[in-house]
């Protein structure tokens, strides 16, 4: 892990060191299931919104001054309001929103923009699919990007006929149950909502 953390740092001393980081972030795929630990180098609080050790290890290589204090650290589950029961599918756009959002602070300072599990939530979280593959398919790091910006473009140009029939011929891959609503919109429009 040590030699990993120190590959995805492209040998920056600063980040190496971890000096001036203050919260370090851990989107971890478990069992297909999502989810973040956040370790706050200033308190020392491990928080899981379990490889503990392993952070622990690596801290020691750089000789972080946090890294025998957080050895001993139990971590805590982050109790939130809008947890879900029912849903199953949307724990990557939870993790994402997480990351962008937590700040270290437990659920009475922190609010991360989504509402209890509801229909009200169903539709905040189709907005936030559609903002993070946005941002995603426009970033300046995905080597498709001036052929997605071509086919958008070209896509803005059709008419509402023009779109539907494209979707009722099955145009575009796994698209049941469309909305309508977003037609017109265009990206900058999604990313800001």
Known sequence: MVSRIKDAMKEDKELLTFEKVHLVFFPINQKNHFYIICINLEEPVVDVVDNRNSVAKYLMSVNHKSALILEGVKPE???????????????????????????????????????????????????????????????????????????????????????????????????????????????EQILKQ
Request: charged share 30%.
């Open 77 to 187: 589950r982050v109790n939130m309001n809008w947890c879900t029961r029912d849903n199953h599918v949307d724990c990557g756009v939870f993790c994402i929103q997480h990351m962008e959002t937590y700040m270290g602070d437990k659920t009475v300072n922190w609010t991360c923009g989504l509402p209890k599990e509801s229909k009200q939530q169903e539709s905040v979280l189709n907005d936030l699919r559609i903002k993070y593959l946005t941002k995603i398919l426009l970033s300046d790091s995905n080597t498709y990007r001036s052929r997605i910006i071509a086919q958008t473009t070209k896509f803005s140009k059709k008419t509402n006929e023009e779109i539907q029939e494209l979707l009722n011929k099955g145009w575009e891959k796994g698209k049941k149950g469309y909305s309508t609503s977003r037609i017109g919109k265009t990206s």
